[in-house]
């Protein structure tokens, strides 16, 4: 049986809790209090993480929703307001002015008798086609997966925010779209200007598919084609995103690119995710030939990744969820479980098929946060073993790096070591990018967790540049010119501030090297 989210072991226990919980939801408008204020400034606990959003307290997994509106970058999120484990799936609210800077918001959809509210999208309903708000104040629309509590059948609803997505109103006449199926989720629903309509691409994820559909008011839904099976299918296909993008290095060219999530089947094991790159003529998506799976990031914990709508001056901005159902549920973290990983911005790049690469950076709003630099190195030869450059660089920082491998069968970094604990992030002779967390720090609390994840990487002129975001409890590498990431969590000690490079069985050369501390974000 395919690993659905009311099937998954753990998953479903917690379901039949909230079976049993059932009663205290509400049905049209609410309101819920607000965090209270301390638990909005905790952001000093151990593992907290300084330059992520994380929920002050309980359990998060995907990105939802997410959508730039009047100034503003809402990220909803799946939720439990009353648990550190999944379970009382309800959409979450943090807004930003600059995708660094996050302030939770009261839960915006709570689950109620009847359903959790599983993933999904939102959209701004400029011209009203819904009626679910007013021609001199159309309405944002989440468009979302009601999983029906008693049966678990996956149907998708509205809710609506006439109030800049303050608080949100559910559709009288949900759900919009039933096809009778318990394995049918986490829309992404976006304004195609060509056709003039609405498209919403959807996973049939236990048949490894997805489902376009369109719509003219987002309440009324026209089936129009099917993708897949295709490239990964080792789990269960979740939260899909379809957009366009300009191709650099093919003047005038555009293309579209669907991202599938998968889990498990994932590079790393566990959850993962995957994009095609293709054509979209506002019906069906036809990818570009390709053998093997294109992996968004080859690390253990970036999942469910999926973009914003309506981001300013075109920019494509996606957010992961920087976990893994493997093991998420058992990070040792508290009283929060699960941040997102750095939001990215992404881009194609022409390749010598004729086709294009994903191409993927830090948006550039991180550098608000760079401190003076701690350490610049121009020229430096390392000889075979490690090396501490820093005895203190602090738990949060960003790094950029050109290194040469100079005979080194395998070299590069070593970050938050001390008490025994070091991350590594190397390139193997062999042509493999490789992050090493067997010693991160606590990896006992799930046998999958200590492992060492490698990308295939050619180097460009014999160097490896590579670009980190280190934080209180992640790695996240770029490399490869963007087309190469990968995010990691790690849980070292607190006094694990060591900073290093490493060489062995031969020499490394650091050409540059610069540490940034990054001030917290909150
Ligand atoms: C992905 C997922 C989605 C689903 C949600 C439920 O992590 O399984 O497919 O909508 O989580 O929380």
Request: overall charge negative.
């Amino acid at each position: 049986m395919p690993d659905t989210p009311h099937r998954h072991p753990a998953r479903r226990t917690v379901l039949a809790g909230a079976l049993a919980l059932a009663g205290t939801g509400a049905l049209s408008a609410w309101s819920t209090a607000p965090a209270t204020a301390a638990a909005l400034r905790a952001y000093d606990e151990q593992y907290r993480p300084q330059v992520h959003f994380s929920p002050a307290k309980n359990w998060m997994n995907d990105p939802n929703g997410l959508i730039h509106h009047n100034g503003t970058y809402h990220l909803f999120f799946q939720y439990n307001p009353s648990g550190a484990t999944w379970g009382n799936m309800s959409w979450g609210h943090a807004t930003s002015p600059d995708l660094v800077h996050w302030e939770e918001q009261p839960v915006a959809i709570p689950h109620d008798d009847e359903e959790m509210v599983f993933s999904g999208s939102a959209v701004f309903d400029r011209d009203n086609t819904s009626g679910l708000g007013a021609a001199a104040n159309p309405p944002l629309v989440a468009i979302y997966t009601s999983m029906v509590k008693a049966t678990g059948r996956q149907r998708q609803s509205l809710a609506y925010s006439i109030d800049d997505g303050a608080t949100w109103t559910r559709y009288a006449g949900n759900p919009v779209l039933d096809i009778g199926s318990d394995n049918f989720r986490d829309p992404k629903v976006f304004w195609h200007e060509p056709t003039a309509r609405w498209v919403m691409v959807i996973a049939l994820s236990a048949e490894h598919r997805i489902s376009v559909y369109t719509s003219p008011d987002l309440k009324s839904w026209t089936h129009r084609s099917d993708f897949g099976p295709s490239a990964a299918t080792g789990g269960v296909w979740e939260c899909p995103d379809l957009f366009e993008l300009p191709v650099a290095g093919a003047p005038g060219r555009r293309m579209w690119v669907l991202i599938v999530n998968l889990n498990p089947g994932g590079p790393a094991g566990g959850s993962g995710g995957q994009y095609f790159t293709g054509d979209f003529d506002g019906t069906r998506f036809t990818a570009d030939p390709h053998d093997a799976p294109r992996w968004l990031d080859h690390g253990a914990d970036a999942y469910a990744g999926v973009t914003y709508n309506d981001a300013p001056d075109g920019r494509r901005i996606l957010v992961t969820w920087m976990n893994n159902w493997l093991y998420g549920e058992k990070v040792p973290t508290s009283p929060w479980r699960s941040a997102n990983g750095f939001p990215r911005e992404l881009g194609l790049r022409a390749t010598p098929d004729g086709g294009a690469a994903l191409v993927q950076q830090p948006v550039a709003e991180l550098a608000t946060l760079r401190r003076t630099p701690a350490l610049r190195i121009a020229g430096r030869r390392v000889r075979a073993g490690a090396t501490r450059l820093l005895r203190d660089a602090g738990q949060t920082y960003e790094i950029e790096a050109v290194l040469r491998p100079d005979g080194a069968r395998r070299c590069g970094l070593e970050v938050r070591t001390g008490g025994g604990h070091r991350t590594r992030i190397g390139y193997d002779s062999g042509g493999e990018l490789y992050v090493d967390r067997t010693a991160s720090g606590d990896v006992g609390f799930a046998a999958e967790f200590p492992a060492v994840h490698r990308a295939p990487l050619a180097l460009t002129d014999g160097v490896l540049r590579l670009r980190l975001i280190v934080d209180r409890s992640s790695v996240e590498v770029y490399t490869g010119d963007g087309t190469v990431c990968l995010t990691d969590q790690i849980f070292p000690g607190p006094d694990a501030t060591g900073l290093g490079t490493f060489a062995e069985e031969g020499g490394m050369h650091v050409e540059r090297l610069t540490v940034w501390p990054l001030r917290s974000a909150w």
